[in-house]
């Protein structure tokens, strides 16, 4: 419901004020909410260059938690750029850094996959990612009711 033409100023604004604080983890968190708005408004190329700007500075101090969400949402950018193999590695990148703790990350990564998988029609391997969830369903019901949209995509396949 907002306005990302309005949010985008302040946004920027804040990014700017960080480096002039030189806070690389302010950086981070603002690079990675204007990626967001940018994905947001199909501004694929601007979503691109901030999210590796992103990663590459999350890398540099070691935020092991906000590498996975860059992943995450590089391998959806990916994705929606119709890049599946490049959508798969990254996605599982961020599975292997999410797996340490962080069952919300894990599970919408595994359902990014499964997303990818279904994009290529690959049914087996779309239910493959979702084989997890058997043993152990989503915690909340945002990420339970989209786990049965994916099985009743991978049904209609």
């Given at each position: 419901?907002?306005?990302?033409?309005?949010?985008?100023p302040?946004?920027?604004?804040?990014?700017?004020?960080?480096?002039?604080?030189?806070d690389?983890?302010?950086?981070?968190?603002?690079?990675?909410?204007?990626?967001?708005?940018?994905?947001?408004?199909?501004?694929?190329?601007?979503?691109?260059?901030?999210?590796?700007?992103?990663?590459t500075?999350a890398?540099?101090?070691?935020?092991?938690?906000?590498?996975?969400?860059?992943?995450?949402?590089q391998?959806?950018?990916?994705?929606?750029?119709?890049?599946?193999?490049?959508?798969?590695?990254?996605?599982?990148?961020?599975l292997?850094?999410?797996?340490?703790?962080?069952?919300?990350?894990?599970?919408e990564?595994?359902?990014?996959?499964?997303?990818?998988h279904?994009?290529?029609?690959?049914?087996?391997?779309?239910?493959?990612?979702l084989?997890?969830?058997?043993?152990?369903?989503?915690?909340?019901?945002?990420?339970?009711?989209?786990?049965?949209?994916?099985?009743?995509?991978?049904?209609?396949?």
């Open positions: 419901t907002g306005d990302f033409g309005d949010a985008q302040y946004l920027e604004q804040a990014e700017r004020t960080y480096a002039a604080a030189e690389r983890v302010g950086m981070v968190h603002s690079m990675q909410t204007l990626a967001a708005v940018d994905l947001a408004r199909g501004a694929y190329a601007s979503a691109r260059q901030r999210l590796t700007r992103a990663s500075l890398t540099e101090v070691n935020l092991a938690e906000e590498r996975a969400v860059l992943y995450a949402e391998a959806e950018l990916a994705r929606l750029q119709g890049r599946p193999d490049e959508a798969l590695a990254l996605a599982q990148r961020a292997a850094l999410f797996a340490g703790g962080d069952a919300r990350g894990a599970t990564t595994r359902l990014r996959i499964a997303a990818v279904r994009d290529l029609e690959a049914w087996d391997a779309a239910e493959a990612a084989k997890p969830f058997a043993a152990s369903p989503p915690a909340n019901l945002e990420h339970a009711a989209l786990l049965i949209v994916r099985r009743g995509q991978i049904a209609l396949g």
